[in-house]
Nanobody, 125 residues
Framework: QVQLVESGGGLVQAGDSLRLSCAASGRTFSMYTMGWFRQAPGKEREFVAA????????HYVDSVKGRFTISRDNGKNTVYLQMNSLKSEDTAVYYC??????????????????WGQGTQVTVSS
């Protein structure tokens, strides 16, 4: 288990960009697959992006492919979500999540054991 703290959320206009950061505590960050999920009011929590601990392979939900990029800096114990060309449909609370030494081909909520508190992203149109 690791402690995760998201930051970088805010209110932006459609078409703008935003970068979310997730800072992780602990000494074993490089051994965690990291992911981003989001949840809008009245909707289920949705997978957004993940980056594997082993080889850095990334996964994205179809709706954000080509617009969002997940990356990590193991030296800073931080994972990022660069969000470009934001749409009103991207409005949600974004959660950072970690899975210890786990690989997955299709990341799901149940794969991740550690979660951050979430950061609000609001995109006005």
């Amino acid at each position: 288990q690791v402690q995760l703290v998201e930051s970088g959320g805010g209110l932006v206009q459609a078409g703008d960009s935003l970068r979310l950061s997730c800072a992780a505590s602990g000494r074993t960050f490089s051994m965690y697959t990291m992911g981003w999920f989001r949840q809008a009011p009245g909707k289920e929590r949705e997978f957004v992006a993940a980056i594997m601990w082993t080889n850095g392979r990334t996964h994205y939900v179809d709706s954000v492919k080509g617009r969002f990029t997940i990356s990590r800096d193991n030296g800073k114990n931080t994972v990022y979500l660069q969000m470009n060309s934001l749409k009103s449909e991207d409005t949600a609370v974004y959660y950072c999540a970690a899975a210890y030494r786990r690989e997955m081909g299709r990341p799901e909520v149940a794969d991740f054991g550690s979660w951050g508190q979430g950061t609000q992203v609001t995109v006005s149109s």
